[in-house]
């Protein structure tokens, strides 16, 4: 299957860089964004980030969000559809944050792409939607959710997408012991949605 495991959490991907187009409608709006070797599933809508598209409503109100892990930018195209949107875009790619950002150019709401270190150590957010990296192993991945999730305002929620045979539901219970709300919001495809709340 390619060079995704091998090179997506790379800053530099070591892969030529060939570009391709992918196209999905969601929610009446056609989405049609230039991806690439090198980045995560640069040869289609992952199905996961497509289970988590479909649902999830998208926010219905003004807000800060955050796609975190972005590759080329699916899941910030369509949290941009709101002008009154601010979403922040993060990745450790820098082939997948040029990607987003030609992707989200055009979007109406305002898209700031950025590498992790760039974004202001204040910020916090109303909603956070990933689909994590899980390949990168759980110790990485307890500390990206432990960096991130802690920037969710009062109030917040954030939805992450991850496969049931590696490792939903142990997810789901690190997170609860960790003091997080987990709802399992949905399932699909091989696939779970959690809801993630922080505790009161």
């Not at 091998?6 to 009446?28: C, K, M, N, W």
């Not at 998208?58 to 080329?72: H, I, Q, T, W």
Request: a negative charge.
């Amino acid at each position: 299957m390619s060079d995704q495991p091998e090179h997506y959490f790379s800053e530099q991907p070591a892969v030529d860089d060939r570009e391709r187009t992918i196209e999905f409608d969601l929610d009446g709006v056609a989405y049609e964004l230039t991806t690439s070797t090198g980045v995560f599933s640069g040869n289609r809508l992952d199905p996961g980030t497509s289970v988590l598209l479909h649902k999830v409503v998208p926010p219905e109100a003004a807000g800060v969000f955050l796609d975190l892990g972005c590759g080329y930018g699916p899941i910030s195209a369509v949290l941009a559809q709101r002008e009154d949107a601010e979403v922040w875009a993060v990745d450790v790619n820098r082939r997948a944050l040029d990607l987003t950002r030609r992707n989200t150019e055009k979007a109406p709401g305002t898209v700031h792409v950025a590498a992790p270190e760039a974004v202001p150590d204040d910020l916090r957010f109303d909603e956070i939607w990933s689909n994590p990296p899980i390949k990168v192993g759980k110790e990485a991945l307890h500390e990206l959710l432990e960096t991130w999730l802690p920037r969710l305002k009062d109030g917040g929620v954030a939805w992450l997408v991850v496969s049931k045979h590696l490792g939903a539901d142990s997810l789901a219970k690190w997170l609860s012991g960790k003091g997080w709300d987990v709802d399992k919001h949905a399932s699909s495809n091989g696939y779970r949605v959690l809801r993630v709340d922080r505790s009161a």
